[in-house]
């Protein structure tokens, strides 16, 4: 029987012979195929800078240290989202503070994260979920009336974009965070990309990125290297990176086939699923929609061979964040969110004739 997971990465020969070339090379790990894949996405962005790392999880994590961000400090995210986004501000020691959705689009509602602003507030983590960018015109307004930084969660949305820019060019935020891990719209295996257009902020994500080391002047020629701060190793090969110059190419197809699927869907499906805004062009990643007895649905699925997903489990109410006080309750539109989403197939390959077979097995399984 043929089945169907929720997300699905796509390589192709061009792919497997760049990957090959560095097999092949001197350099295997961040060289000079790092350096052109950080330039392939500032030129694919509009973004002045950008840093490759192992993930995007490293990524966020960066971000928090770069801007400074810890213990005292608080950080507004979506409890609708990947752990990490969350993680990043705990793992520079800074505080969570949770902001609820809005129903229709499953992002953070800007007016929710007005009411949890307070002194202690450091910086936002808006998430771009499913591929479709927040309202970040109106973020950032927020964010300028209160002093924060803004670090977009754009794990979900490369090749997105916003008011007619893509979404990376850090218009309107201090950092964007991409994912290339497999599930998400291009894959590097493991890794993700900080962009920036703050040369300083820059310059700290690659000293962060590799152990908080330095080579300036004369050091250049020698085997001197200071330290300044406590950094980390988040780099990013060149294996990878070669594949992801290969998949950067491809994106805007993907992204025209994501859409039509997506369309196809709210055509055909006639269930409740995220509604686009008229300032969105999103490359889609995830195809979430509302059904009842979602676990009896989820089964039933998996016995047709769609293997569902879930997105997500609301942040505050894992045991963790549990145990730093929050509960069931606190997010009323998340968690309603949470009770009825299940994601859809949604990935570039599907042919014409998978849709008809999945829209097909959906509408048995409501029957
Ligand atoms: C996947 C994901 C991440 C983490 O990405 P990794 O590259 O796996 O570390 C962070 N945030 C969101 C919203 C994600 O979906």
Known sequence: MKSYNYGKQYLDEEDYQAVLEVLKSDFLTCGPKVKEFEQALCNYTGAKYCV????????????MLSLGIGAGDEAITSPITFLSSANCARFAGADVVFADIESDTANIDVQEIEKRITDKTKVLIPVHFAGQSCDMEKIRALAQKHNLFIVED????????????????????????????????????EGGAVTT????????????RSHGMHKTGEMQNTWEYEMHELGY??????????????????LERFKTRRREIVDFYNKNLGLPHLF???????????????????????????????????????????????????????????????????????????TDSDLTFIIKAVKEILQ
């Not at 490759?52 to 971000?63: E, P, R």
């Not at 257009?197 to 962060?208: G, I, R």
């Not at 490359?283 to 569902?308: I, M, Q, S, T």
């Not at 730093?324 to 299940?342: F, Q, R, S, T, W």
């Open 52 to 63: 490759a790392v192992s993930n995007a999880t490293a990524g966020l994590h960066l971000a």
């Open 154 to 189: 754009a794990a979900h949305a490369i090749g997105s974009d916003y008011k007619n820019t893509k979404v990376g060019s850090c218009r309107f935020s201090d950092m964007t965070v991409f994912s290339f891990h497999p599930v998400k719209n291009m894959t590097t295996g």
């Open 197 to 208: 257009n703050n040369e300083e902020l820059y310059e700290k994500l690659l000293a962060f």
């Open 233 to 250: 190793n988040s780099r990013m090969t060149d294996i990878q990176a070669a594949l992801g110059i290969s998949q950067l190419k491809k």
């Open 276 to 350: 686009e805004k008229e300032f969105s062009n999103a490359c889609f990643h995830l195809y979430p929609v509302l059904v009842e007895n979602r676990k009896e649905f989820y089964f039933k699925a998996k016995e047709k061979g769609l293997n569902l997903q879930v997105h997500y489990i609301p942040v505050h109410l894992q045991p963790y964040y549990r145990k730093l006080g929050y509960k069931a309750g606190d997010y009323p539109k998340a968690e309603a969110y949470y009770e009825k989403c299940i994601s859809l197939p949604l990935y570039p390959i599907l």
